[in-house]
């Protein structure tokens, strides 16, 4: 069945840095773009960013673009969300996914940016 794994998550001050992974299993991970969305709190799911099938290109979200990277490892079916220069309004809960979304999502990781 699909799972979606998502960890990396933790406290982390203004201007520092995370590495986020997502282990995906119970379809072709290599045929499919993939997504990180985050959700804070009392707000909707919204899209950080997108990796194509062979990760030769990515989009990100305008208020993060410049300070997320999307990277994939298709022989090992891992997303990867590394994050600079971290801001407090970063905080949320991160998830990944594909395009188009799979059901069920994962249980997500939390990232919290404060000091």
Do not use: H
Request: aromatic letters at 10%; charged letters at 15%; glycine letters at 12%.
């Amino acid at each position: 069945q699909v799972q979606l794994v998502e960890s990396g998550g933790g406290l982390v001050q203004p201007g520092g840095s995370l590495r986020l992974s997502c282990a995906a299993s119970g379809f072709t991970f290599s045929s499919y773009a993939m997504r990180w969305y985050r959700q804070a709190p009392g707000k909707g799911r919204e899209l950080v960013g997108e990796i194509t099938r062979a990760g030769g290109s990515t989009m990100y979200a305008d208020s993060v673009q410049g300070r997320f990277t999307i990277s994939r490892d298709n022989a090992n079916t891992t997303l990867y969300l590394q994050m600079n220069s971290l801001k407090p309004e970063d905080t949320a809960v991160y998830y990944c996914n594909r395009r188009p979304v799979i059901l069920p999502w994962g249980q997500g990781t939390q990232v919290t940016v404060s000091s």
